[in-house]
């Protein structure tokens, strides 16, 4: 065993690229985990709401929580974590291209490569959009649940679903008022239990509405909403003016293709989960060998999923390397995929499923 002396190279140090390099530095595998960022832990330390689902998924616990956990596991362990640590393209023959600190760049050569560089926020462009005040949902729950700042007094949230509602309440939690939650669909996008939160704490949600624009002079003072027809067309007379001083944006995620794409790997059109993600396997191979994807990287879903994808991936690229035998291999898997598959059930899960299900069949891009 242990035949390739190569690294394992995981690429986002986020719940997946957490769990990836924690199960292959367990089998023994020499593994290094790089991150952009100065902390590791992805999104997971800016969730200070307790997760749900079921013990072994962690429910009950706070994000945050969870995220100290794998770090400290992946410190006992001993992986060897880069942060400040940007990858900037993967070479043909998995040289990983990491530049450090802005400054120092090198390449390192891979065994395998492990994509875990999470999502990017979706924008929305309308009149008044570049004002100081308009920011994603993600970037309010940065300033709020990082830096302990407070994006502004009064809040319009656009988009309902988990992101735009969680954030909601934890602007509210921080002392901000939201004057509404508006969703351009005609129903509400997230799960009941948060929305509930929300509604109870006072926050009217409009659904079928959108926003027409933002004014202010030197940053935003109001946003004119309206409603909109079946065809999303605004409809003329339904125009109401909020007085608000923030407006954000929570209208869905992307998956980060940048480095999938330099690597050369094949991509699907999944709408449910995103949009563009790499093509994959089981395995969460990528269709170029050597080179896996996983977490929000390979589908939008949640952090539970993209701690068991990662899982998945990490056993799967001990093995090619050697040093996990076929058998534990075979077991580990089926395990994992057995709590993946508990996972996505429920109306959003089945949805998720029935998704992921359409990669997997496409995806047997190698025997
Ligand atoms: C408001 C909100 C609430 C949520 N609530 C829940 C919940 O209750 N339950 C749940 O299960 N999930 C929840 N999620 C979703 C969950 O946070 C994400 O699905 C999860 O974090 C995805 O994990 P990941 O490891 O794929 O990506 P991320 O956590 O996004 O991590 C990606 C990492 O990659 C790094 N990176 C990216 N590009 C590069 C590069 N080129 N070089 C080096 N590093 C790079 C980033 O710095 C980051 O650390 C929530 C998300 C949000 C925004």
């Given at each position: 065993m242990g035949v390739d002396s190569k690294p394992a190279v995981v690429v986002g140090a986020g719940p997946a690229g957490l769990c990836a390099?924690?199960?292959?530095?367990?089998?023994?595998?020499?593994?290094?985990?790089?991150?952009?960022?100065?902390?590791?832990?992805?999104?997971?330390?800016?969730q200070i709401h307790k997760f749900f689902g079921s013990r072994e998924h962690s429910a009950g616990t706070r994000g945050f929580e969870i995220g100290r956990r794998l770090l400290a596991d992946?410190?006992?362990?001993?992986?060897?974590?880069?942060?400040?640590?940007?990858?900037?393209?993967i070479e043909p023959g998995l040289g990983v291209w990491a530049v450090e600190r802005r400054s120092r760049s090198y390449t390192l050569e891979a065994g395998c490569v492990i994509l875990a560089t999470g999502a990017s926020e979706n924008g929305l462009a309308f009149p008044g959009w570049t004002l100081p005040g308009v920011m994603t949902a993600g970037c309010a729950q940065?300033?709020?649940?990082?830096?302990?700042?407070?994006?502004?007094?009064?809040?319009?949230?656009?988009?309902?679903?988990?992101?735009?509602v969680i954030v909601g309440y934890q602007l509210l939690q921080a002392g901000a008022e939201v004057a509404a939650i508006i969703e351009g669909a005609p129903a509400l996008g997230g799960y009941g239990v948060h929305t509930a939160k929300v509604r109870r704490a006072g926050v009217p949600f409009y659904c079928g509405?959108?926003?027409?624009?933002?004014?202010?002079?030197?940053?935003?003072?109001?946003?004119?909403?309206?409603k909109v027809d079946r065809g999303f067309k605004p409809i003329a007379g339904t125009e109401e003016t909020l007085e608000v001083d923030t407006i954000c944006i929570a209208v869905g995620l992307t998956p980060a293709?940048?480095?999938?794409?330099?690597?050369?790997?094949?991509p699907i059109f999944v709408p449910e989960l995103g949009g563009n993600m790499p093509l994959h396997d089981g395995y969460m191979r990528s269709s170029v060998e050597g080179v896996y994807v996983v977490g929000d990287t390979a589908g939008v879903e949640e952090a539970s999923t993209a701690m068991e994808e990662g899982r998945l991936a990490g056993i799967h690229?001990?093995?090619?390397?050697?040093?996990?035998?076929e058998a534990a291999m075979r077991e580990r898997t089926e395990a994992t995929w057995g709590r993946l598959d508990s996972l996505r059930q429920g109306v959003f899960g089945q949805k998720r499923f029935a998704a992921k299900a359409r990669i997997l069949a496409e995806g047997k891009v190698r025997a």
């Open positions: 390099a924690i199960e292959l530095k367990r089998a023994g595998a020499p593994v290094v985990l790089m991150d952009e960022n100065g902390k590791p832990g992805g999104q997971l330390f800016k992946s410190l006992e362990l001993g992986i060897d974590v880069r942060l400040d640590t940007e990858v900037v393209g940065t300033l709020v649940n990082v830096h302990r700042v407070l994006p502004g007094r009064r809040v319009l949230i656009v988009g309902s679903g988990n992101v735009g509405t959108t926003i027409l624009r933002a004014e202010g002079e030197e940053g935003v003072e109001r946003a004119v909403i309206a293709l940048d480095l999938a794409y330099l690597a050369g790997c094949k690229a001990a093995y090619a390397l050697g040093f996990l035998g």
